[in-house]
């Protein structure tokens, strides 16, 4: 299992180019930022983009109901981000949430010749990614829920007779009382947004549970093994009690692939 470090793109920019430097130092297979409604997740990622070369670089992921392919395509030209190792993440909310995204893949894949990776949370949006994506991004899922979307994304793939995507899964860590805090707030948020409550409700399990918030760095390996079999990469989204460069570096380090 491969694994990724994502995080909060509004981070500053000495802490991005830490993180993405000892991330691709470790080993790690990617380096992610997401795309918050404040802030320009492909700006933020072309800090990263600067300070690697090997690792790849996703963006998790653009809202294509805020922010449409035509100016996605602009954006990505503008930061001169590497085509190759880009994993371009894209997803929409409903109302009209599958049409939205099958029509912007087209749209970018015409555009741009680089992955793209839809977020998929309930079942129809993980069978359209099998479809038309090259990653699939869950997100706030346990590793036995994941598995059962992965299904679901290689029923997709096998009806459009194409490759199965790229299976990733965001998941939440941090480490100490105080990141532990901060992660159940996060948690809390989400479960507040009615498709996430739902999916909680589904998976039977408190938001938190989705995440790894331990108290020690030693104990983040065994929570990483039930991930094992479950998606193709974990992405590790750093929460840290103030986002300063030495705790992120700790979280970096913690996690190191094996």
Request: net charge positive.
């Amino acid at each position: 299992m491969a694994q990724g470090f994502a995080l909060f793109a509004a981070t500053a920019g000495d802490v991005i180019r830490a993180a993405a430097r000892e991330a691709e130092a470790l080993g790690y297979t990617s380096f992610w930022v997401n795309h918050p409604g404040s802030t320009d997740g492909l700006a933020a990622l072309a800090v990263a983009a600067a300070e690697t070369r090997r690792v790849d670089l996703g963006v998790g992921v653009i809202p294509l109901h805020t922010r449409g392919a035509a100016s996605i395509v602009q954006g990505t030209r503008e930061q001169k981000l590497p085509l190759p190792r880009l994993l371009l993440g894209v997803g929409s909310p409903n109302p009209k949430s599958l049409e939205r995204v099958r029509t912007g893949v087209a749209a970018l894949r015409a555009e741009l010749s680089t992955r793209i990776i839809v977020a998929a949370l309930g079942p129809k949006m993980c069978h359209l990614a099998g479809e038309v994506a090259d990653g699939v991004l869950l997100n706030w899922v346990t590793p036995e829920y994941a598995k059962r979307s992965a299904d679901i994304v290689r029923e997709g793939a096998a009806t459009a007779k194409r490759k199965p995507p790229t299976i990733y899964a965001y998941v939440r860590l941090s480490l100490g009382a105080a990141g532990r805090a901060r992660t159940a707030e996060e948690a809390d948020r989400y479960a507040n947004i009615p498709a996430y409550g739902a999916n909680f409700a589904r998976m039977g399990v408190k938001p938190i549970e989705t995440a790894i918030a331990v108290d020690t760095p030693g104990e983040v390996a065994a929570r990483l093994a039930r991930w094992k079999g479950a998606v193709d990469e974990v992405v590790l989204r750093s929460v840290t009690p103030n986002d300063t460069a030495d705790e992120t570096l700790a979280l970096v380090r913690a996690a190191k692939p094996a």
